[in-house]
């Protein structure tokens, strides 16, 4: 009998770096690296925010369209340059990481984490006008990666497939 996989279309973030990517940069970054393999892709869930700004600073009024993405299993804010690039994936519902807290007001914690952010580099003496015009849920697709070192100790990296960062996965 096959096993059937449970199919979600999901907004992802485009990818820039490909599992052969993923895994030239690990063996690059190593020397005691000798094997890398890209087992599959995992989706990251974030909640991405966009608000029309305005500030006045001491001397300037400023605009602009800005935006927050927040990690939705652990609340972690993150700017974002410019508007985020997407397409619409049928992926596995099994690679979609859980959101660990669906209560949370992800709003309000982009929201702060702008005000902050924007009172620190603009340095404006009142509250900056923050309203938001859109709002996603976007997943992030990172690689995982096994990676077997030259005295055979087995690894697993994740690589994120938008900017090639990467980040060792503990398994207990």
Known sequence: MASTHTQQSVTVFNTTVSAEEAEQTLLETDTDMAETTADR???????VFGFDLHAEAFLD????????????CNGKEVFIEEAP????????????????DETK????????YL???????LRVGSPPDLHVVEDYRIYRPFHLVDCTTSDETSLTYIVDSVTGDFHRVYLH
């Open 41 to 47: 892709l995992v989706y990251y869930p974030y909640r």
């Open 61 to 72: 009024d400023f605009t602009d369209r800005v935006y927050c993405g927040v990690d939705l």
């Open 85 to 100: 690039q997407t397409t619409e994936q049928v992926v596995n519902a099994d690679m979609i990481v859980p959101v660990k």
């Open 105 to 112: 007001d992800v709003e309000r914690i982009a929201r702060y």
């Open 115 to 121: 005000l902050e952010l924007v009172r620190k580099e």
